[in-house]
């Protein structure tokens, strides 16, 4: 079955600098690639995503590129902000067979150090 | 409702003790989702409904575990005779359809003592 792996497990930036999460996935026909932000105790929120026929989907200071060629995706938040320490899960599904379940990484904690 | 809502929030169960954890998705969504989440970990697939009809239940950990959505709406988890290893944040998902946005509700903490 599909399998997502996410690197790195955690990530401390300074305010201000960018950080970068990648994503490997296994199942070359997933073709959607969401991305989630979860905060303490909360519930996961979508923050962007991408469809395999776009290489790469921006929006402010996020954006993440995909490379369907070697099956892995990134998220990229530029001038990172206090407010943006969560943890961050990728996830991939495909739709083929009405499945369309998310399968999702391990997540990434990431901590912004003001 | 705005949003996807379980119910209840915190559960504290007895091992051995069976337990319901309740998902009202939003009105319109044919999809759902029910994910397990464990401390520190991703959200692990568990069953997919489309409408009433469950169509993958891969993911359920063991025949303790069964779920439905008899009406195409609400949906209900149901783990029988639960054990520790249960212990977890039992996550529901709902969406307009495969492919979309799924948008999470806050979780049912299961705890089993």
């Known amino acids: 079955g599909e399998n997502v792996e996410q690197h790195p497990s955690t990530l401390s930036v300074q305010e201000g600098d960018s950080a970068v999460i990648k994503c490997t996935y296994s199942d070359s026909a997933s073709n959607y690639f969401p991305w989630y932000k979860q905060e303490l105790g909360k519930r996961p929120q979508l923050i962007i995503d991408i469809r395999s026929n776009v290489g790469e989907k921006k929006d402010q200071r996020i954006a993440v590129t995909l490379n369907k060629t070697a099956k892995h995706f990134s998220l990229h938040i530029t001038e990172t902000q206090p407010e943006d320490s969560a943890v961050y899960f990728c996830a991939a599904s495909k739709a083929k067979g009405n499945t369309g379940k998310l399968i999702f990484g391990q997540g990434t904690t990431l901590q912004v150090k003001p | 409702g705005a949003g996807v809502s379980q119910s209840p929030r915190y559960k504290v169960a007895k091992r051995g003790q069976d337990v319901a954890l309740r998902c009202d998705p939003i009105?319109?969504?044919?999809?759902l989702f029910w994910y397990q989440q464990a401390l520190g970990q991703g959200p692990e697939f568990l069953t997919y409904?489309?409408?009433?009809?469950?169509?993958?239940k891969s993911g359920l950990p063991s025949d303790r575990f069964f779920a439905e959505r008899p009406e195409g709406s609400v949906s209900t988890l149901k783990i029988q005779r639960t054990q520790q290893e249960d212990s977890a944040v039992y996550l529901c998902?709902?969406?307009?359809?495969?492919?979309?946005?799924?948008?999470f509700g806050q979780g049912t903490r299961l705890t089993v003592v």
């Open positions: 998902a709902s969406s307009l359809g495969p492919n979309t946005e799924a948008f």
């Open positions: 409904f489309q409408n009433e009809a469950q169509l993958d």
């Open positions: 009105s319109g969504h044919v999809s």
